[in-house]
């Protein structure tokens, strides 16, 4: 939905199975206008769309995307930005960091990010901006050599010269939104401005990477990496790598002892990768690459003043039982920068995913009602902060 100060708020359809068109399609006939007829009823919804490789290469090779397009309208829909972020199959089989393949080094990442552009561009823009949010390069256990960093880095630059080419002729001002996670190649604050300031050495024309690269700052990522989040936001915007695209979102946190150890052990499944960061006392950051890693130290966990764990859970909730909570306090801190200069940000996006696999205690039977809650909790909290839906 639209909200006042240029923003708009969405939720992101990865939510939901569907790696085929058709059942992408599906489910957003089904549960996207269900949701908007509760949260949005009358008036233009905004949403988050998460397109498949497959999906995204079905829309072109059959002519659907006009149809959708005219669905769209229909409908009163629009498209704000795209999840670009996992390229094949997401639910219902061993993903774990696969999602971060293929990477930024490799060809088909690159074309699978420009057809999702292109897409976009078909769709019609809202408010003549948009973005198409992506993997953080790629994954540090990848081990990816000098070389094939700078390909990456390559490959990133030829997105962006792709995106100027859309704006000199369409006058839209597409975004590639890089989206730093745990363990990516960027996942923390220092190591994404880094990043941007080598993207600009390289930029084959000045300017390049200002105009059309930017940060999807994930709210459940950034928490995990301990960092206050108004200072994140400000050394971001302020250091050449800005957020264009905010994911509301908020991870699991835990004071390790025998109890939310035995909980956290419960909640291990074999979708997705759930990367565990604790801290010391001391203030040093301790990583473990999922949760079955971080239980087999557990003389290192009970050393930790607390963890964190990469499990997105809905916005709503702060509490959960044996000890368990969530970094909502951290989320609610990234609204109050956001409330501060409205007009620098334009897309909002509630982002679980990971309702399948969420304990049946803590999500609602039905996922649009837990979508629907969701979209609640943060309407409240915005117009707390002076912002309205229109």
């Given amino acids: ?51 498949s490789d497959q999906a995204s290469r079905e829309l072109i090779e059959a002519g659907a995307s006009r149809e959708f397009r005219l669905w769209l309208e ?55 901006r948009g973005t198409v949010s992506t993997l953080p390069g790629t994954f540090k256990g990848f081990a990816r050599e000098v070389a094939a960093q700078k390909t990456l880095r390559k490959n990133i630059l030829q997105c962006a010269e792709f995106l100027a080419r859309w704006r000199d002729r369409t006058g839209v001002d597409f975004k590639l939104a890089l989206e730093p996670e745990p363990l990516g190649l960027i996942e923390n604050t220092s190591e994404t401005i880094q990043f941007f300031e080598q993207l600009r050495k390289e930029e084959p024309s000045a300017g390049l990477v200002e105009e059309f690269v930017g940060v999807c700052f994930d709210t459940c990522h950034f928490a995990l990496q301990y960092e206050d989040a108004a200072m994140a936001i400000h050394r971001l915007n302020s250091s050449g790598a800005p957020v264009v695209k905010f994911h509301l979102s908020s991870a699991l946190r835990l004071k390790p002892n025998a109890i939310t150890l035995k909980r956290l052990s419960a909640l291990q499944e074999p979708t997705y990768l759930h990367q565990c960061l604790g801290r010391t006392a001391q203030g040093e950051v301790v990583r473990f690459k ?7 130290a557990v003389p290192r966990l009970n050393s930790l003043e607390e963890l964190r764990v990469h499990f997105h859970v809905p916005v709503q909730v702060e509490g959960l039982i044996d000890g368990l909570s969530t970094t909502r306090d951290y989320l609610q801190s990234c609204l109050d920068v956001i409330a501060q200069t409205p007009q620098r940000y334009h897309e909002l996006e509630i982002e679980t995913y990971t309702w399948e696999v969420l304990p049946s205690a803590s999500r609602a039977d039905d996922v649009v009602d837990q979508i629907v809650a969701e979209y609640h909790w943060v309407l409240d909290e915005l117009k707390l902060r002076g912002i309205n839906s229109v």
């Fill in 290 to 296: 999922d949760i079955p890693e971080a239980l087999m």
């Fill in 74 to 128: 229909k409908e009163n829909c629009l498209v704000a930005g795209i999840n670009g972020f996992p390229f094949a199959a997401f639910h219902g089989q061993t993903v774990k960091e696969n999602v971060f393949a293929p990477d930024w080094c490799q060809p088909e990442r690159l074309t699978y990010t420009q057809r999702l552009f292109d897409l976009l561009g078909d769709w019609g823009s809202l408010d003549g």
């Fill in 1 to 51: 939905m639209r909200l006042s100060s240029g923003l708009s708020l969405a939720y992101c359809t990865n939510v939901h199975r569907g790696e085929s068109w058709a059942e992408t399609f599906h489910s957003l006939k089904t549960h996207a206008l269900r949701v908007r007829d509760r949260v949005a009823a009358g008036r233009p919804f905004v949403l988050g769309l998460r397109l």
